[in-house]
């Protein structure tokens, strides 16, 4: 587990649709750096959009603002990726050169850097070298990237580099629901319903 406590990346409730900390549950198990990530979207009565799937404004989530999840560095910024379009049949597209599409990267204390992807192109509200404090607005949630429609994926790792191991997050100070009953727990798993207190 994070030797860091965390909050959850975004102010609002948000679904778990992918992650936790067991294999059944995992992002990408087979990928170090994401093997304890999460994708997180909003839910209205289990949807993610309303009306029409293909139109990016529909989505609950999209434009909401992303927040520090702790006080840290701005280590990395990539800024310069366009929405990726959303597909019918809701595929996972990806159609630029880099699968984490607009993200930030921020070093914490221990070592441990947060990586927060698929953000809107030109909605950072910070640079590398700024720092941030728990709860700083950094970003929008976007759909750059390998996505099949706006979310954003949310991981701590040992390192910047492609080969970092991943590490499973310790959150702190948040609220955990499942079936709309109260969860008590450190950690969030896929089907969660979550906010930070």
């Known amino acids: 587990m994070s030797k860091n406590k965390y909050s959850l990346p975004f102010k609002e409730e948000f679904y778990v649709e992918f ?3 067991s294999d059944e549950d995992s992002h990408s198990i087979d990928i170090p750096n ?3 990530a999460y994708d997180l979207d909003m839910r209205v009565n289990k949807e993610c959009f309303y009306q029409d799937y293909s139109n990016i404004d529909n989505h ?3 434009k909401k603002d992303v927040l520090a999840p702790l006080e840290g560095i701005v280590f990395e910024v990539c800024n310069k990726y366009p929405n990726t ?3 019918k049949d809701r ?3 990806c159609d630029v050169d880099e699968v984490r599409g607009n993200y930030i990267i921020i070093k914490h204390k221990y070592n441990e850097f947060s990586m927060i992807a698929h953000l809107l192109k030109d909605s950072f509200k910070v640079k590398v070298g700024d720092i941030v404090k728990t709860g700083d607005v950094i970003a929008k949630v976007g759909n750059s990237g390998n996505t099949n429609g706006p979310h954003i994926h949310f ?3 040992s390192s910047i580099s492609d080969d970092s191991q991943g590490i499973p997050i310790t959150f702190k100070n948040i609220i955990i629901k499942r079936n709309r009953k109260r969860i ?3 950690y969030i ?3 969660d319903y979550v906010r930070n207190k």
């Open 85 to 87: 379009k959303i597909d």
């Open 34 to 36: 994401q093997r304890y």
């Open 184 to 186: 008590y727990r450190k």
């Open 60 to 62: 609950y989530c999209y």
């Open 155 to 157: 991981q701590v790792q």
């Open 19 to 21: 992650g936790g900390i």
């Open 91 to 93: 595929k996972i597209v």
């Open 189 to 191: 798993k896929r089907g």
